[in-house]
């Protein structure tokens, strides 16, 4: 699934990223809200077009790989500097007391190898998403948990999950969104 990520074409790409963002923006939202999103690699669905589409008041993070395997989050805009984490994936460059807790975000939106009918996920394998939320097996949203991927990575039957996954609540594609059965 990786590869095939890594072999869509640049226009395909964009196409994809725009569909994407309308999906995105379809969710609900409130004004000043604070959401996250990930800076696109190896061959990840991009989202570069529903941030620079998002209400005004809102707050867009970044993750930040922090300490224990936990990420954090730290608001960001295009321009501002980035640095290449121990994964080479671009991260804000922020002080420590900037990074905000995975609890205080509304949205967040979170890559993803494959997932199922069910909005389980298959990430990378690393677990920092699930560690970051591993809070939401206890309460609900927020935030709100949203994969996105390419409508290719929807696997046939379901993925295997673990006592640790955390549930995703949505999946969003380019050709629409999956919500999590009730």
């Given at each position: ?94 002080a ?19 997932f ?23 309460r ?9 991927g390419?409508?290719f990575?929807?696997?046939e ?26």
């Amino acid at each position: 699934m990786r590869e095939r990520r890594r072999e869509v074409p640049p226009a395909a790409r964009i196409g994809a990223a725009d569909g994407l963002a309308a999906q995105l923006l379809a969710l609900p939202l409130a004004p000043g809200a604070k959401v996250a999103g990930y800076w696109a690699a190896d061959g990840e669905i991009p989202l570069h077009t529903w941030q620079l589409r998002l209400p005004p008041r809102c707050t867009y993070c970044l993750p930040v790989l922090h300490e224990g395997g936990y990420l954090r989050f730290a608001p960001w805009r295009p321009g501002e500097p980035v640095a290449p984490n121990r994964f080479g994936i671009p991260e804000p460059v922020a002080a420590p007391d900037a990074l905000l807790d995975p609890s205080s975000l509304d949205l967040v939106v979170v890559p993803l190898v494959g997932f199922d009918a069910r909005c389980h996920r298959l990430g990378m394998g690393g677990g920092w998403y699930d560690r970051s939320f591993a809070f939401r097996h206890h309460r609900p949203a927020p935030p709100l948990l949203v994969g996105a991927g390419f409508a290719f990575q929807q696997v046939e039957g379901e993925l295997r999950s673990e006592d640790w996954d955390v549930q995703l609540d949505a999946v969003c594609t380019e050709r629409g969104t999956l919500f999590r059965p009730t």
